[in-house]
């Protein structure tokens, strides 16, 4: 009987996921452990056991984005790297006593510069991957990639910004054997988009949209992350997969 589940190797692959203490980076660090990988985690706290969820089978480095000390220092910790996924982000809203100036220029550095900037200090581990399909760069992109979000204009400009930039690594990288991709991510439910699921109407406004009528999965999106980062996609760079069950093209 056919199951439909795709399963993947990645047995002895040094993979580093940032923010991956919990939602869909958890949910993409877990998948590729649990498919052979040795993989290292970042979130801003001093160490692992702060945080709610089991980190204990990654290793753990502390990292704030928005510090290229911070960045270098993590890239130096490392003993090799096949894999990197982009994930950290967060979600800046612009309240009254803010300068939407600054809120603008801080999105920007989570969600773009941060992801180039730790990319370029690992790019010689990365050109030395041995993995079959070359090493990977991954960022998660957003709806707000593609489509306009007044109410974080930063956000929407730092993951747009990803996509475009996935396509010039790809560009720029081929000859080192590296492959950049995005999986731009729906509507997932996680902690972070925990309030928003519980808003009744807003809720229920998003999922009319969404063709697949429910919300997705952080595993559906950290799936896509391992099918772009293995031999299965040996021939996909540059490229952006839409996993939001049908929502960025419906009416």
């Known amino acids: 009987m056919t199951t439909g589940i795709a399963t993947f190797n990645f047995e002895g692959a040094k993979v580093l996921v940032t923010g991956g203490t919990s939602g869909i980076g958890l949910a993409t660090a877990n998948a590729f452990a649990d498919a052979g990988a040795a993989v290292t985690i970042t979130g801003t706290r001093s160490c692992r056991g702060d945080y709610e969820d089991n980190l204990s089978r990654f290793d753990y480095r502390q990292m704030r984005v928005t510090d290229n000390n911070e960045i270098k220092a993590v890239a130096a910790s490392l003993d090799g790297l096949d894999v990197l996924v982009n994930n950290a982000g967060s979600v800046?809203?612009?309240?009254?006593?803010?300068d939407p100036v600054e809120v603008?220029?801080?999105m920007v550095r989570v969600h773009l510069l941060s992801g180039h900037n730790l990319a370029m200090a690992c790019l010689e581990m990365l050109t030395a991957s041995e993995l079959p399909a070359g090493a990977s760069v991954v960022g998660i992109a957003s709806l707000t990639s593609f489509m306009a979000n007044p109410f974080v204009p930063g956000y929407g400009a730092g993951k747009a910004g990803?996509?475009?930039?996935?396509?010039t690594q790809a560009t720029l990288w081929a000859g080192r054997g590296i492959r950049s991709n995005c999986v731009a991510a729906g509507n997932i439910a996680t902690r972070m988009t925990a309030p928003v699921v519980d808003m009744e109407g807003f809720s229920r406004d998003m999922m009319n949209r969404?063709?697949?009528k429910r919300w997705g999965r952080p595993k559906e999106i950290a799936d896509a992350v391992l099918f772009l980062s293995s031999d299965h996609a040996s021939f996909i760079t540059g490229e952006t997969l839409v996993v939001d069950g049908g929502y960025l093209y419906s009416q």
């Open 92 to 98: 800046r809203f612009t309240g009254p006593d803010d």
């Open 104 to 106: 603008f220029e801080e």
């Open 162 to 167: 990803m996509v475009q930039l996935a396509k």
């Open 210 to 212: 969404t063709a697949m």
